[in-house]
């Protein structure tokens, strides 16, 4: 048996200019954070011919073209692994669609438990790779490279994201200090709504291929907001960096109708008004979880509880995509 482990993801700086639509053109950057919620991948050799797959549904096929499964479809051909015997079983902490980058720590994890069956190595920048060509070059979804990246990577990284194709990596910079309190500030909270990124996503990545002015200058803003947030941080001016998320949030929704809705617009101004010093919908937006950084924090879990919102506590993971059993 085989079971691997990758960790989901929020975004502190520079988010959406990693889709592929942006940095081919103007150079994306930004920098997000590993958290301690994971998705695991099992592999298991069973007795029987059939491949049987495991997550909301259950698949029994014979080949790999008759997966349904995208994702694991296409793993499954990169990979060159042999399906018949085999048995995959998925589990994760956080339900999909709720913008903490489930699909690429799901691909990512699924590719580590399938090179691990073939006794191969792999750097997190292959791996990370490898789940970038699937997603966005054989699946062709409309998504950016943030979520396989930082999955692979782990820890608090920094990405900046070149017009070839290249992907730059490197570590935030952050005193011990002010790791430990920006994980004591940051709360996130469930709205309650799960989403497709990819419809989200796909407005913007038109718009960006057709050099829409609006949705050019918005994603070079994100941008300079990203480099600034990096700055804020690695000065432990932590103050600074919720303002600076307060900001992107105000700009984020602006890239599309769907970003936000009333509900979320009225808890989002409530948080504010309870100790937020800042805040944004993680993910491409339209649901999932809010996140806001609070240095005054039992009003805000109050007041957010009361609205009927969920908190789901963490800390960053600093191992990344990792084989924990084999």
């Known amino acids: 048996m085989i079971i691997t482990r990758s960790p989901l993801r929020i975004s502190l700086g520079g988010g959406g200019t990693d889709l592929p639509s942006y940095y081919q053109q103007h150079t994306g950057f930004l920098i997000a954070a590993a958290i301690d919620k994971y998705v695991c991948i099992t592999l298991h050799q069973t007795f029987v011919p059939d491949l049987i797959i495991k997550y909301s549904r259950l698949e ?4 790999v073209d008759e997966i349904q499964h995208p994702i694991i479809r296409e793993a499954l051909k990169v990979t ?3 399906p018949a015997g085999l048995e995959i079983t998925s589990m994760a902490d956080i339900p999909a669609g709720t913008g903490l980058g489930s699909s690429g720590s ?6 580590k438990a399938l090179h691990a069956i073939k006794k191969n190595l792999i750097h997190p920048r292959e791996l990370a790779e490898q789940a970038c060509h699937i997603e966005l070059d054989r699946l062709k979804e409309p998504i950016g490279k943030q979520d396989q990246y930082i999955a692979a990577y782990g820890g608090l990284t920094c990405f900046e994201f070149l017009p070839d194709g290249e992907v730059k990596a490197w570590p ?3 005193s011990n200090e002010t790791l430990y309190s920006l994980e004591d500030n940051l709360l996130l909270f469930f709205t309650g709504y799960s989403r497709s990124a990819s419809s989200i996503l796909k407005e913007q990545d038109v718009k960006s291929k057709e050099s829409n002015r609006d949705m050019v200058d918005n994603l ?3 941008k300079e907001l990203g480099y600034q947030s990096k700055e804020a941080l690695e000065a432990g ?3 600074r960096f919720g303002e600076l998320m307060n900001v992107h949030w105000e700009h984020k929704k602006k890239r599309s109708g769907s970003m936000s809705n009333d509900t979320i617009n009225k808890w989002y101004e409530l948080a504010r008004d309870s100790g937020a010093i800042g805040g944004k919908l993680i ?3 339209g649901g999932g979880f809010l996140m806001f950084y609070a240095e005054e924090k039992r009003r805000l879990r109050h007041v957010l509880t009361e609205a009927g919102l969920r908190e789901v506590r963490f800390r960053f993971d600093f191992e990344g995509t990792k084989t924990i059993l084999q």
């Not at 029994?60 to 080949?63: E, G, Q």
């Not at 799901?106 to 590719?111: D, G, V």
């Open 60 to 63: 029994r096929v014979r080949t």
């Open 80 to 82: 060159g692994v042999e």
């Open 106 to 111: 799901f691909t990512t994890a699924l590719l």
């Open 172 to 174: 935030l910079k952050i």
């Open 220 to 222: 070079h803003f994100v």
């Open 237 to 239: 001016d932590l103050t």
């Open 283 to 285: 993910g491409a937006g």
